[in-house]
């Protein structure tokens, strides 16, 4: 009979599914964690930039923030 599948071919499209979709979790899995990795780095890297961009005693400034540990910004310079 033509346009019938045989229970071969069923269970061979039953098992190509299900290792694309154990394939497609792995993946899934891998840019989860790669993701989760990469965004604690670029905190570790934002926070080094920062505390070495802080302005020095008589820089400018907007905010407290923006001076060096232990000064803060009056009348837009750290002091």
């Known amino acids: 009979m033509k ?4 229970a071969e071919m069923l269970i061979l499209m039953v ?5 694309v ?4 979790v792995q993946l ?4 989860k964690e790669t993701s989760e990795n990469i965004g604690s780095q670029s905190k570790k890297l934002n926070n080094m930039i920062n505390d070495e961009i802080k302005s ?8 407290d923030e923006d001076c060096q540990d232990g000064l803060g910004c009056t009348e837009k310079r750290c002091q």
């Open 3 to 6: 346009g019938q599948l045989s």
């Open 15 to 19: 098992v190509i599914l299900a290792i």
């Open 21 to 24: 979709a154990l394939a497609s």
């Open 28 to 31: 899934i899995g891998s840019a």
């Open 56 to 63: 020095p005693e008589g820089g400018f400034c907007f905010e």
